[in-house]
């Protein structure tokens, strides 16, 4: 159990453009779902955290007009990458927690984006 | 000081040797402590789980928590080739975010 995905897996785009990146728990509800971003070598640096329903709390530091989070139901997470530039590119990784297991974060496989 | 402290490696051992991952921390409210594995260009990978102090054992691995001198450790018997991934500890608080460290490059030869 306890399984997260995320689509796509990778994408390249041309600068400017904007990118959707979803995340999905598939058997469980994710009642709260984090974006992390991790840069080579580098360890996962946390950018923001939805609750179902509610509107995402940023890190300070992340750009909320740049990097739109969507929660719209309890199994579905999107973060939306607007007018993408290369400094953008990096892996995405979201995580899931339940209310059964509040403290335990799964994580989904990650997204690389590159921005050309 | 950061408020979690992990010596980013590498790390080279010989398969079958034991294998010790530590984590120092400055936050004495942190309450759960956690280790993933992470492969190259994948997700972290949810390995071992502990509330408060103490050990967990699951398998080759042991996850071991001293809160008085606020020190982590994961330990990996008969290490495998397949163990070689990246190693990272997190913890938190109840209600606050999870605070990662910076991993622990491990490999393994055979």
């Known amino acids: 159990g306890a399984v997260v995905s995320q689509h796509p897996s990778w994408v390249i785009c041309k600068s400017g453009t904007s990118v959707k990146i979803e995340c999905r728990s598939l058997?469980?509800?994710?009642?709260?779902m984090f974006w992390y971003r991790q840069f080579p070598k580098q360890s996962l640096m946390l950018m923001a955290t939805s609750n179902e329903g509610s509107k995402a709390t940023y890190e300070q530091g992340v750009e909320k007009d740049k990097f739109l989070i969507n929660h719209a139901s309890l199994t579905l997470s999107t973060l939306t990458v607007t007018s993408a530039h290369p400094e953008d590119s990096s892996f995405y990784i979201c995580?899931?927690?339940?209310?059964?297991?509040?403290?335990?974060?799964?994580f989904g496989p990650g997204t690389r984006l590159l921005v050309l | 000081q950061k408020e979690v402290e992990q010596d980013p490696g590498p790390l080279s051992v010989p398969e079958g040797a034991i294998v010790s991952l530590n984590c120092t921390y400055s936050n004495s409210a942190f309450q759960y402590f956690m280790w993933y594995r992470q492969y190259s260009r994948k997700g972290p990978e949810l390995l071992m789980y502990t509330y408060s102090s103490g050990n967990k054992e699951d398998g080759r691995f042991t996850a071991q928590v001293d809160k008085s001198s606020k020190y982590i450790s994961l330990f990996i018997r008969d290490s495998q080739p397949s163990d070689s991934a990246t190693y990272l500890c997190?913890?938190?608080?109840?209600?606050?975010?999870?605070?990662f460290g910076k991993g622990t490059t491990l490999s393994v030869s055979s």
């Open positions: 058997d469980f509800q994710a009642t709260t």
């Open positions: 995580s899931a927690s339940s209310v059964r297991e509040a403290e335990t974060q799964y």
């Open positions: 997190a913890m938190m608080q109840a209600g606050t975010a999870l605070i």
